[in-house]
């Protein structure tokens, strides 16, 4: 993998790039959408490509569990099992890992812990997470992490923080040793919580070890959208410009405007494709609970601005139907707009930034946004409105 840094906004320092890897080349700033089990749920590989998708992330913990990284190797890897010949980029399985907060326990060595599925006692180390994604064998893997919980003590948080350091160490041993770094690269991950020092530290660190990328973890996990926003312009400064960024588990449309503004490349989220199995979407005028009554005999598109297949051929008054009567396709045609959305947002903002226009869009966007469409008041960078 590499990085190329094409053009940085004269107005707000917003970056431009493109990412070339093994199975293609995408521009940043890019929104990744979720196959947890190897899937986006509710979409075939070809109907991803044609709401933009050009890089796809899977997760090493689901599918270590079920159906197993042997099987995926023995497939042919992971494109190859699920038909996607894009890049694919795995978490380390750290994120689900540590959600399982009843049930595993915290050793210097690793963390142990119960399968979600069969109760099965299961032991992930840092050596054990990148040997899973080498089989997998997506383009880009992640160093494993301890993702502390928003809130935690300073000293939990300190102590937490550095042992993700030392497990980033052991992954970089064990994947130039035992993987192959010329097909796969591996990043790491800053930890530190809403502690500008901790984080500092971290991402010193981890430049030290030195990635051929860098992620930013443990945000978009409960706290205030101004402590997000703060650790962002603390720590994006430090990383080396010539890398990519990559803020995890983050998919509103405010976050990701923020995030690139503050020299974020790279994003993930479910909230999409979760939003829309749940009878709700993403428009240019705030979000839209389609199931709701009012909308029954709405013969309009979910956004007369949107572009997608969904928009271009059914009304808000179909969707509700279907999405009511428990008919899949009402949340296949959600997911197909809700992920559009995004991908096209995302799109815009490129564009913003060739034209070195980013804190205009911003503010246009903003202007014309609710939380939720024609209620309440507008939106903005340090109100959460999603």
Not at 31 to 42: D, E, I, L, N, W
Not at 59 to 77: I, S
Not at 251 to 279: H, K, Q, W
Not at 332 to 357: C, G, P, S, V, W
Request: glycine letters at 12%; proline letters at 5%; a neutral charge.
């Amino acid at each position: 993998m590499s990085f190329e840094l094409i053009k940085t906004c004269a107005q707000t320092g917003a970056r431009l790039g493109r990412v070339h890897t093994p199975h293609g080349s995408f521009d940043t700033p890019m929104f990744m959408p979720v196959g947890t089990q190897a899937t986006v749920k509710g979409m075939s590989p070809e109907e991803l490509t044609a709401v933009g998708a050009r890089i796809i992330l899977s997760n090493t913990y689901h599918l270590a569990m079920r159906p197993g990284e042997d099987v995926v190797r023995e497939a042919g890897g992971l494109h190859r099992f699920m038909h996607w010949d894009g890049p694919i980029l795995t978490d380390s399985g750290g994120f689900q890992v540590f959600s399982l907060k009843d049930i595993r326990d915290i050793r210097e060595d690793g963390v142990a812990f119960r399968s979600h599925i069969d109760g099965s006692r299961q032991f992930f180390t840092p050596e054990r997470a990148t040997d899973i994604q080498n089989a997998l064998g997506a383009d880009i893997i992640m160093a494993f992490d301890e993702c502390a919980p928003f809130p935690s003590e300073y000293e939990y948080v300190r102590e937490s923080t550095d042992r993700t350091t030392r497990w980033a160490q052991r992954c970089k041993e064990r994947h130039e040793s035992a993987g192959d770094p010329g097909r796969q690269s591996l990043f790491g991950i800053v930890q530190g919580g809403v502690y500008e020092d901790l984080r500092e530290r971290s991402a010193e660190a981890l430049c030290r070890i030195g990635f051929p990328g860098y992620a930013i973890g443990g945000l978009s996990v409960g706290e205030p959208a101004a402590d997000m926003y703060r650790i962002l312009e603390h720590v994006a400064p430090i990383l080396p410009a010539d890398k990519p960024r990559y803020l995890m588990g983050v998919g509103s449309p405010d976050y990701l405007i923020e995030g690139v503004l503050r020299g974020i490349d790279l994003f993930d989220c479910v909230l999409p494709t979760r939003m829309a199995r749940n009878g709700t979407v993403m428009t240019s005028r705030g979000r839209v609970i389609i199931r709701d009554q009012k909308y029954a005999r709405d013969d309009g598109p979910i956004d007369a601005a949107c572009g997608c297949y969904t928009c271009r051929n059914f009304s808000r008054a179909y969707i509700r139907h279907l999405i009511k009567a428990g008919e899949i396709l009402g949340v296949r045609l959600t997911t197909i707009h809700n992920l559009y959305f995004l991908l096209d947002l995302m799109k815009r903002i490129r564009q913003a930034i060739i034209e070195d226009d980013l804190g205009g869009f911003r503010e246009r966007f903003y202007a014309g946004f609710r939380a939720d469409e024609g209620e309440g008041g507008g939106g903005g960078p340090q109100k959460r409105i999603w």
